[in-house]
């Protein structure tokens, strides 16, 4: 079993910066491919970013450019660095395991999940 633990969430004007953590518990984090995720209030969860093992990533085109994600394997912790925030950013964000390492975006291909971390940007 593996615990996800996100952090770094807040209250941020828009333009502004925040830096997302996830720490994971369990040996094989290195294996694993670790997705972030958002939701916001009346809408699907949506894909945001996805790095793999080899930390080779992938983001949502409505990110790319402004979002960075990145991975310690010696601290089993992934980041999310947010970069130029808009309103349209605010949501829940999530982290989450996929141990077959697949690295999609599809949220059924994740295994394991975190209980989320609140992100709002004023504008």
């Known amino acids: 079993q593996v615990q996800l633990v996100e952090s770094g969430g807040g209250l941020v004007q828009a333009g502004g910066s925040l830096r997302l953590s996830c720490a994971a518990s369990?040996?094989?984090?290195?294996?694993?491919?670790m997705g972030w995720f958002r939701q916001a209030p009346g809408k699907e969860r949506e894909f945001v970013a996805v790095?793999?093992?080899?930390?080779?990533?992938y983001y949502a085109d409505s990110v790319k450019g402004r979002f960075t994600i990145s991975r310690d394997n010696a601290k089993n912790t992934v980041y999310l660095q947010m970069n130029s925030l808009n309103a349209e950013d605010t949501a829940l964000y999530y982290c989450?395991?996929?141990?077959?390492?697949?690295?999609?975006?599809?949220?059924?291909?994740?295994?394991?999940w975190g209980q989320g971390t609140q992100v709002t940007v004023s504008s």
């Open positions: 989450a395991a996929d141990k077959g390492a697949i690295a999609t975006m599809k949220a059924l291909s994740y295994d394991y």
């Open positions: 790095i793999r093992w080899s930390s080779s990533t």
């Open positions: 369990g040996r094989s984090f290195s294996t694993y491919a």
